[in-house]
């Protein structure tokens, strides 16, 4: 059983569309995170969330708690965006990953 | 402001050798975490602490050792080292999860047992 299910797992964009990736998750938890790792495999933190609604730029976090869903918005794709986003949710003493979402975008 | 540095960035190790991969912080967070990442799959964490003198076994503990005797250093030990621990290690930080704004991660160590 998987306590965090991504989606899509892969997904190709043309530079400038709207993306967004889904995560749901199974247990009650006190935060979820959303990563960041290039392909040279660098992982960046880029929003931690227990509630609402996060904007940073032209990413937007979302957590729905009650229906235990979180989404990531990208605005205006660029090729730098390219890279695999991870959903982390954790309980506090409960660790989890997503599979990760690998995100092309071609100019 | 270093962030998490972590060291060696590459290992090439022999079975049955050992090793210790440092992991180093300089802000002051109270979490640190050590996780693996094998090819083409996603993290698993193996240990984590919540502060000096306390350490507890994640997902895949097995093999593995960790020691936390100040708030900056979360030292991660392989003995008798296996191919299965081939692997790319990443050690992170943060602040307790409901509060600030995220992990750390330092830049990984890639290890290969052979």
């Known amino acids: 059983k998987n306590e965090v299910e991504q989606s899509p797992q892969n997904l190709t964009a043309q530079e400038g569309e709207f993306i967004t990736i889904n995560c749901s998750y199974s247990?009650?938890?006190?935060?979820l995170h959303w990563l960041q790792q290039h392909p040279g495999g660098g992982i960046v933190s880029l929003f931690m969330l227990s509630s609402g609604k996060k904007k940073h730029g032209r990413l937007i976090a979302t957590i729905n708690i009650q229906e235990k869903h979180s989404s990531l918005h990208i605005t205006a794709s660029h090729p730098r965006d390219s890279a695999v986003y991870i959903c982390?949710?954790?309980?506090?003493?409960?660790?989890?990953f997503g599979t990760g979402t690998s995100l092309t975008v071609i100019p | 402001n270093a962030g998490v540095t972590q060291t060696p960035k590459f290992r090439i190790l022999k079975i049955g050798q050992s090793m210790t991969l440092q992991c180093t912080q300089d802000?002051?967070?109270?979490?640190m975490y050590w996780y693996r990442q094998d090819p083409g799959m996603g993290l698993k964490l193996i240990y984590y602490?919540?502060?000096?003198?306390?350490?507890d076994k994640g997902e895949v503990p097995n093999g593995y050792n960790v020691s936390r005797s100040t708030t900056e250093d979360f030292p991660l030990r392989l003995e008798l080292a296996a191919p299965s621990q081939t692997s790319v290690y990443f050690c992170?930080?943060?602040?307790?999860?409901?509060?600030?704004?995220?992990?750390?991660f330092g830049s990984g160590t890639r290890l290969t047992v052979v």
């Open positions: 602490s919540v502060g000096a003198g306390i350490t």
């Open positions: 247990v009650g938890i006190s935060a």
């Open positions: 982390a949710p954790n309980t506090g003493n409960q660790f989890y």
């Open positions: 802000m002051n967070h109270n979490y």
């Open positions: 992170a930080s943060s602040y307790p999860q409901t509060r600030g704004d995220g992990y750390t």
